[in-house]
């Protein structure tokens, strides 16, 4: 199966921290081709915080569309593009702390940051996906992503802490998808409860 877009770029780029970083905050509620799409004309024309700074907002929009709130996302790209030169000397955070003042930055995106890019083991990312599947388990049950960040610590080997975004994601693009999840499919489906499942998709 393929990789997440934001793990495709990660590899291209060599971990570039702000590289992840922007294309996070674009594949934020956006289907991963349309994020990988983005952020390739955006990087065609800036790939660093000083020059990304110097592209006006309405380009930015342009270039980025049809990302989900394009519009928003184009404020905090500048922005955290400003923050990053003005406050860390134009390098991104490597903090939680730190990368939570960043404009646009929630909790997913700087633990993704912080586990590709700065290759932190002490951190688990979670998403839609995460939070989705991590339920439909039976591993933890939050009502928030943010919920299931904190529960999964408890639950899952620190081992794996770095990988579970990973595995997670694309699990749940490819097999346990949100609506008519692929169950039949599934090789681990004799170990899931499919807590909250009510219909199946095709095997």
Known sequence: MEEPAVEKISEATQDDPFQVL??????????DAV?????ERLFKVARTPKTLAAVTVGRIERLIYPVSFYRNKA???KQACRQILDDFGGNVPDTMEELL???GVGR?????VLILS???RDNICVDTHVHRISNRLGWVRTKTPEQTERALYEVVPRKWWPDVNLYLVTWGQNVCKPVYPRCRACV????????????????
């Open 101 to 103: 003042t960043l404009a």
């Open 22 to 31: 922007i294309a996070t905050l674009l594949s934020a509620q956006t289907k």
């Open 108 to 112: 997913k995106t700087a633990n993704l």
């Open 188 to 203: 681990v489906s004799s170990l899931c409860p499919r807590l909250g499942v009510t219909k199946e998709g095709r095997a």
């Open 35 to 39: 994020t990988a799409a983005a952020s």
């Open 118 to 120: 700065h290759a932190s």
């Open 75 to 77: 404020r905090h790209v």
